[in-house]
């Protein structure tokens, strides 16, 4: 009979997101994964398979959850305007710890795609469904009269997705809060009705 498990899968696996998010999946060790997680080496491998396997499963969790919780952001405005300039600007104003680490999703991208076929596929899916519901939204604030009408809503969801991962890549890279406090204001002011 094999040994019981003394952990809970879903426990672990969070312990293991920071780990990635901070040091990315090729300077992550199995040995930073073993102690962070609090289990052991063999544990990890029945478990998840690899390190990629966890990799995986890390993004997918992490992903899921920064998009849900993006678009409850999004969607606690008193406007759609508001909302989106209230998600930039915590973006620019968060402590300089917090975006020196930047974001799993686009640290993924940057490490791993094109060559890895899976992270492509997980990203562009998690990047389809958040442009989807940007789409969304940007046609509720062009019926509230909030962003110009004439503005291509599939064009604008494009925009502030790449806003928002270009100023990820640039908050990891040490840019300060007052230049991306101005990528903010100035994206919010591209999509304002006049």
């Known amino acids: 009979m094999g040994r019981h498990k003394e952990f809970e ?3 672990v696996l969070r312990r293991a997101i920071p780990v990635f998010w901070e040091k990315g ?17 063999q544990s990890l491998y029945d478990t ?18 920064s998009i849900a919780a993006l678009l409850k952001t999004l969607r606690a405005g008193p406007t759609v305007l508001e909302a989106i300039e209230r998600v930039l600007v915590e973006l620019a104003e ?6 020196a680490r930047g974001c799993m999703g686009v640290n993924a991208i940057c490490e791993l795609v094109p060559e890895d076929a899976e992270v492509r596929a997980l990203t ?3 990047g389809g469904l958040l442009e989807a ?10 019926s509230q009269g ?30 300060s809060s007052e230049a991306l406090r101005d990528v903010a204001t100035f994206a919010v002011n591209a999509l304002r009705s006049r």
């Not at 992550?28 to 052991?40: P, R």
């Not at 998840?48 to 959850?65: I, M, N, P, Q």
């Not at 789409?135 to 509720?140: A, G, Y």
């Open 94 to 99: 968060a402590h300089d710890k917090v975006r």
């Open 146 to 175: 909030d962003i110009a009408r004439s503005i291509d809503s599939r064009a604008a969801a494009r925009f502030i997705g790449a806003t928002l991962s270009g100023m990820k890549v640039q908050a990891k890279a040490g840019v």
């Open 48 to 65: 998840f398979g690899d390190k990629r396997g966890l990799f995986l499963e890390a993004l997918r969790v992490y992903t899921t959850e």
């Open 124 to 126: 562009e899916t998690t």
């Open 133 to 142: 519901h940007l789409k969304d939204i940007i046609d509720e604030g062009k």
């Open 25 to 41: 999946f090729a300077s992550t060790s199995t040995e930073d994964l073993v102690q962070a997680m609090g289990i052991g080496r």
């Open 9 to 11: 899968r879903e426990d």
